[in-house]
């Protein structure tokens, strides 16, 4: 079959390797769609993976092929992309996120981008027939976006600031006016971006490059402030940004993977005390039988309360990645995802 395969840092090919021989707890996977998220640019041309050569790819969705459980047969199905050991104290309170010593697809062992892969059958989420497989490939990022949208802690008619506008803040967004927030601020640094959020709904999205950040925030919020902020960049600068938005006694949420140290101002930090703020955290999605925001991403596709499609900008097949991952690399366009597709 044929793949994307990293060999070393800078060196993805597309190859030829033998389609899997699934093991007794897993099913192959015929993958339909996969995206390319922002962590595979650093992934492939900075960082690589944890050892070479591996297929790269998390965020996917396809049709079951093979499988010892014959009723699993041509399901639909998105996947959990994270193999917990199932062992530690993590694990046996369903915190898989947190597991000791996971594994991971498309990093730690062999992901999407390929005609096939084998997959644990415990990480499947199944599709209802009415979501399209480009849609389903977006369950990762849309279950990351509830997670940390859960963690804001907003409620109707408060105010949302998020910093950094992609998918997953696009979603956060759509959640957000979906549980009646009075005003949902986005932020970014370009016209295209601010120019596309608009387009998709939110008329509060600004350049902070071109208008004062604190003056707009101030003028939506009677000089409060807004009651929380998700921080989606991995900066100090926005990081800063959201400390100075927030109001006395709101959240931010931590969700940036950092590009590099983060140091704050003297100032900057004086605001997490004197406003007695919450700073939180947040990374991946929870996937068990006590909170499952798979299942709740599902159930938000099928009820028109988040639309993953609108956000999805370019659509490629695997030969064509030199295009795909060029066109991410050196931000030659604008995009939001970026996806493959298998026909």
């Not at 084998?118 to 976006?145: H, Q, R, T, W």
């Not at 003056?215 to 409060?224: G, R």
């Not at 999805?312 to 795909?324: D, G, S």
């Amino acid at each position: 079959m044929k793949a994307l395969n990293l060999y070393s840092v800078g060196d993805l090919r597309y190859d030829d390797i033998p389609i899997p021989v699934i093991k007794d707890d897993e099913v192959l996977l015929k993958i339909k769609a996969v995206g390319i998220c922002g962590s595979d640019i650093p992934r492939v041309f900075e960082k690589g993976t944890y050892h070479f050569p591996t297929v790269i790819g998390h965020e996917f969705a396809g049709k079951v092929v093979k499988a010892h459980n014959r009723v699993l047969l041509n399901k639909k199905a998105a996947v959990f992309p994270l193999i917990p050991c199932g062992k530690c104290a993590a694990c046996k309170t369903g915190k898989y996120a947190q597991c000791d010593n996971y594994d991971y697809y498309g990093s730690r062992r062999n992901g999407a981008m390929s005609e096939y892969l084998a997959v644990k059958e415990n990480n499947l989420v199944f599709i209802p027939d009415g979501i399209s497989y480009d849609a389903a490939a977006m369950c990762e990022p849309a279950s990351v976006a509830l997670h940390a949208f859960k963690k804001t802690r907003v409620v109707k008619n408060d105010a949302l600031l998020i910093w950094g506008i992609g998918p997953i803040a696009m979603i956060i967004a759509q959640l957000a006016r979906a549980a009646g927030l009075k005003n949902i601020i986005l932020v970014a640094r370009s016209d295209e971006r601010v120019k596309f959020a608009q387009k998709m709904g939110f008329p509060f999205s600004i350049n902070t490059l071109k208008k004062d950040l604190n003056k707009f925030v101030d003028s939506l919020t009677n000089n409060k402030g807004v009651d929380a902020c998700v921080e989606g960049t991995g900066t100090a600068s926005s990081l800063e940004g959201c400390l100075s938005c927030v109001k006395n006694f709101g959240t931010i949420v931590a969700m940036g993977n950092p590009v590099g140290s983060i140091e704050l101002s003297q100032q900057a930090y004086w605001k997490i005390l004197r406003k007695e703020l919450s700073l939180v955290g947040t990374w991946n999605s929870n996937f068990n039988n006590m909170e499952n925001d798979w299942k709740e991403v599902i159930s938000a596709i099928s009820e028109n309360i988040i639309q993953l499609e609108p956000l999805i900008t370019h659509r490629f097949t695997l030969q064509e990645y030199q295009n795909a991952f060029s066109l991410m690399k050196e931000k030659k366009e604008f995009y939001c995802k970026v996806m493959f597709i298998n026909k």
